[in-house]
């Protein structure tokens, strides 16, 4: 169910990113959003990252190393030209990815496409903590590991270092279906940038 004013020539044109912190959610809402929509594709950002077999430098607490931090910058690179791609054929794409601080302003201009629309899911850091355990329950799957980011930081890094562009939800209280609704409804016009 899109906006009908999203098309042209019948088909949805555009891009939403979708970020937030690890764990809040954004792989699940950016497939179920993708699901809603004509002609789209769900592009997960972290692909990039997973595609390096060997010399693959991780982002680390405090201080990431030079190397991690280009890392990030070409998976951010490479997401956005594939998001171009998808879109100058014709697709809606949602695309997925933890995009933080002055790294967003800088996705938003790496991405061509427009019009693009930025969704930051921000959902309080107890509620990110309850998910992260259930994720890890259901699917052997963890977030936040002993010596890396806590969420209690990457959440502060988040609602101080991120500008604020684009529609931000706190979905501490939402299904994944509400979600999906309150952003179908509010990002054609609150989430452009």
Excluded: C
């Amino acid at each position: 169910m899109t906006s009908p004013d999203r098309f042209e020539h019948g088909v949805a044109m555009g891009i939403i990113l979708v970020t937030g912190i690890q764990a809040v959610g954004k792989s699940t809402i950016a497939q179920a959003i993708a699901e809603r929509l004509d002609r789209s594709v769900h592009v997960r950002g972290d692909l990039f990252r997973r595609m390096v077999v060997n010399g693959r430098a991780e982002m680390g607490a405090p201080d990431p190393s030079p190397e991690a931090v280009r890392q990030l910058e070409l998976r951010y690179r490479l997401a956005a030209a594939a998001a171009d791609g998808y879109a100058d054929a014709g697709f809606t794409v949602v695309l997925q990815d933890i995009v933080l601080g002055p790294h967003l302003s800088e996705m938003v201009a790496a991405i061509r496409t427009r019009p693009l629309h930025v969704v930051v899911l921000a959902p309080r850091p107890e509620v990110v903590r309850d998910r992260d355990a259930d994720r890890q329950a259901a699917r052997g799957k963890v977030a936040y590991r002993p010596g890396g980011d806590s969420i209690a930081d990457l959440d502060t890094y988040l609602r101080e270092q991120t500008p604020r562009i684009g529609l931000w939800l706190d979905t501490s209280e939402q299904s994944v279906e509400e979600s999906v609704e309150e952003i179908l409804e509010r990002v054609w016009t609150e989430g452009l940038v």
